[in-house]
């Protein structure tokens, strides 16, 4: 079984800076550094999306296109944590933004079997 628990969301003014974190609690049988951990988000009235995620130390990360080059994730393994850095953030990102975890990566929100509660970014204009 696996626990995910993200903070770090708040209101934040367009062009600013934001960390999301995401621990994540190991139990039998579980290895962290075996699952692919995503960030997904929801934002109202709209379908909930992959914005990041960070498999193997071999695999490339991957970023949705509107968050590339503003975004950027990444993992401690020692603390069995995932960071979401997002600079110059926009209206538009203003959503509930989940950690979830799966053995592997997808950009699809259905595969991730295991999902925290969310933490709310608002970002103000």
């Known amino acids: 079984e696996v626990q995910l628990q993200a903070s770090g969301g708040g209101l934040v003014q367009a062009g600013g800076s934001l960390r999301l974190s995401c621990a994540v609690s190991?139990?039998?049988?579980?290895?962290?550094?075996?699952?692919?951990i995503g960030w997904l988000r929801q934002a109202p009235g709209k379908e909930r999306e992959v914005v990041s995620h960070?498999?193997?130390?071999?695999?490339?990360?991957y970023y949705t296109d509107s968050v590339k080059g503003r975004f950027t994730i990444s993992r401690d393994y020692a603390k069995n944590t995932v960071y979401l850095q997002m600079n110059n953030v926009k209206p538009e990102d203003t959503a509930v933004y989940y950690c979830?975890?799966?053995?592997?990566?997808?950009?699809?929100?259905?595969?991730?079997?295991?999902r925290g509660q969310g933490t709310l970014v608002t970002v103000s204009s």
């Open positions: 979830a975890a799966e053995l592997y990566c997808s950009t699809s929100h259905y595969v991730y079997g295991y």
């Open positions: 190991e139990f039998t049988g579980f290895n962290f550094d075996d699952y692919c």
């Open positions: 960070t498999g193997s130390r071999e695999e490339p990360t």
